[in-house]
């Protein structure tokens, strides 16, 4: 199948099952592909019977993607685990070996983590999900130098050799690496839509930097609130996609106009602090459909936080965790974690210093 850039559905979400649209795609016409597929596999008492059929399903859904996706392009596969009456499906080694027979070259197996979610009683809570990064051939763009993230030591320098007192590290800073941290979007995100499984912008963003050029054409074929369409027009790159569900459909349709409805309401916060902010109206004329206090707030009161905040946060949170455990197993004191109860407490923590053993405070400046 041949077709020119022009007949390409550019820049429009279609409304309806994303096989119907993969199948009037031209070959070799996508320079990304990223998607969290639904995973809403059937009753709990058929899951393995629905797992097989879905894997199926999913199979003939990537092997499009897979056609349609340029020599250069590539492919991120967003998913989870999938428990069976208590037994892990974790969904990306399942997702693997069909990618692999889809002619897709991995990459990387990207660990997202969360710091939140359910508290688990018979097993360790699950803190991650996974996203698969495949390529159709070794001629793939990874665009390094623009998604480069700050140094830890800025002013290492090479001590001995000809290099001897230049900086041993890249002043544009370094690689991400494969585990994000990005926030889930959840209550109190100003991301956050009616749908229940968005994508955190700057996710998407890091993908399309990394994997694209300006003007290439990004496709997700499980659209759901839009994140993917926003985040590649913001970036001037084209984007094409599906979604089934008229209700998501709606609300991408209308974070992409960035403007209000007939009744004053935008899709979530973060639309209507941006149209406010553009246009200088006043925020209390507004709202947005998750609202439920009576004002929304400004940007400007807002606390958001970079991803680095958030990593550094949740290494502060686990070294704690982990040294209070070494502690309890040679039954000394826990350390004190300054940032206990939310924040960097102004009360001084009490001490019990009645045994002499000596106590040590963990020191993560955040
Ligand atoms: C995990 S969500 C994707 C959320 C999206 N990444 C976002 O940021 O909002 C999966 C979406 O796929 C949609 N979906 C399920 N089956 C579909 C199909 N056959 N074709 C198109 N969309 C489908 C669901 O309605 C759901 O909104």
Redesign the pocket.
């Known amino acids: 199948m041949n077709s020119s850039f022009l007949d390409l559905p550019l820049n429009q979400i279609f409304l309806?099952?994303?096989?119907k649209l993969l199948k009037q795609l031209p070959d070799e016409c996508v320079d990304l592909i990223v998607?969290?597929?639904?995973y809403n596999i059937g009753k709990e008492y058929e899951a393995k019977k629905a797992l097989e059929k879905y894997l199926e399903e999913q199979t003939i859904i990537l092997q499009e993607c897979s056609r349609i996706l340029k020599k250069t392009g590539s492919l991120f596969w967003q998913v989870g685990a999938f428990s069976n009456q208590g037994s892990l499906i974790p969904l990306d080694i399942r997702f693997f070996p069909i990618l692999e027979s889809c002619g897709l070259i991995p990459r990387n197996r990207i660990i997202w983590i969360r710091q939140h979610g359910l508290h688990a009683r018979n097993k360790f809570s699950c803190r991650h999900e996974t996203i698969l990064w495949f390529t159709k051939s070794n001629e793939y763009i990874f665009n390094l130098d623009s998604i480069r993230v700050p140094q830890k030591y800025q002013n290492k320098k090479h001590y001995k050799g000809q290099k001897k007192g230049e900086l041993s590290c890249n002043p544009k800073g370094k690689n991400p690496g494969d585990i994000w941290l990005f926030r889930n979007?959840k209550h109190n995100h100003e991301e956050q839509?009616i749908?229940p499984?968005?994508?955190p912008e700057d996710l998407i963003s890091r993908i399309i930097l990394a994997t694209t050029q300006t003007n290439d054409i990004v496709f997700?074929?499980?659209?759901?609130?839009?994140?993917?369409a926003v985040v590649s027009r913001n970036h001037q790159r084209n984007f094409m996609g599906?979604?089934?569900?008229e209700k998501?459909y709606h609300i991408?349709v209308r974070r992409l106009e960035e403007k209000p409805n007939q009744t004053n309401h935008f899709p979530n916060l973060k639309s209507l602090r941006n149209y406010v902010e553009k246009t200088g109206e006043n925020i209390e004329k507004y709202r947005f459909d998750m609202q439920t206090g009576k004002k929304a707030t400004e940007r400007k009161k807002a606390k958001i936080f970079p991803e680095e905040y958030h990593r550094q946060e949740l290494e502060h949170r686990l070294l704690y965790e982990e040294s209070a455990f070494s502690a309890d197993l040679r039954n000394e004191d826990r350390p004190i974690d300054v940032n206990l109860n939310g924040g960097r407490s102004k009360k001084k923590v009490k001490i019990d210093q009645s045994s002499d053993k000596n106590f040590k405070q963990l020191e993560i400046e955040l």
């Open positions: 309806g099952d994303c096989l998607s969290s597929p639904p979007v839509t749908h499984c968005q994508f997700d074929p499980y659209m759901g609130s839009g994140t993917v599906s979604e089934i569900e998501y991408a």
